[in-house]
């Protein structure tokens, strides 16, 4: 059965307009592939991305960490659908343009940060979920610790040649169960988790 609200998370991602959220390439905004962005970063393919947030179990109150705000596309439909989105991204030009549109479009519950995620944000730990826009070679103990204890975390773990999509489950008593979902091709997780 499809949850009421993995509908209206599709249905509002319908109506998302990429282009939008690209400075270059926007003819191809319609393509179901990852398209450069400049900075050897890309915006990742829409049905991925879809994919990723649904699998990700957002809540309206959830407390939401993303590392790789990158052009802000994954930002807006986590904070469409969480309380709150702290949002980590280490290319300043990236961060400038990406907090530029998310304020276009009257997001108020975004925080952003300039930095590099691997360590993600403790400051403002825990978090309910975690979405990771790049990957790492193993699992981030940094980011392990900053998800809340019943917390959910999409990441990317692997080389730059075979990468996972994991999620990774921290059950009440801390416990971690992770789950592959697939496997995919993301922009390296710069930092200590190279």
């Not at 610790?145 to 996972?164: C, H, N, R, T």
């Amino acid at each position: 059965m499809v949850k009421k609200k993995d509908q209206a998370i599709r249905a509002y991602f319908r109506n998302m307009d990429r282009s939008f959220f690209m400075d270059n390439f926007k003819e191809m905004a319609f393509a179901d592939e990852a398209v450069p962005i400049g900075y050897e970063q890309t915006i990742s393919q829409p049905s991925l991305v879809l994919e990723m947030t649904l699998a990700l179990d957002l809540e309206p109150d959830s407390k939401v960490l993303e590392i790789g705000t990158g052009s802000g596309f994954q930002t807006a439909l986590l904070a469409e659908f969480s309380g709150q989105v702290y949002t980590v991204e280490r290319i300043k030009e990236l961060h400038i343009r990406a907090k530029e549109r998310l304020g276009e479009l009257g997001y108020d519950n975004i925080s952003f940060k300039l930095d590099d995620g691997s360590s993600g944000w403790a400051e403002n730990a825990p978090y309910d979920r975690i979405m990771v826009t790049a990957a790492a070679s193993e699992m981030p103990k940094e980011l392990i610790s900053q998800l809340a204890d019943g917390g959910k975390m999409i990441i990317p773990v692997g080389s730059s040649f075979s990468q996972e999509l994991r999620l990774v489950e921290k059950d009440e008593n801390g416990k971690l169960h992770s789950t592959l979902l697939t496997e995919v091709r993301f922009v390296p997780l710069k930092g200590k988790y190279e």
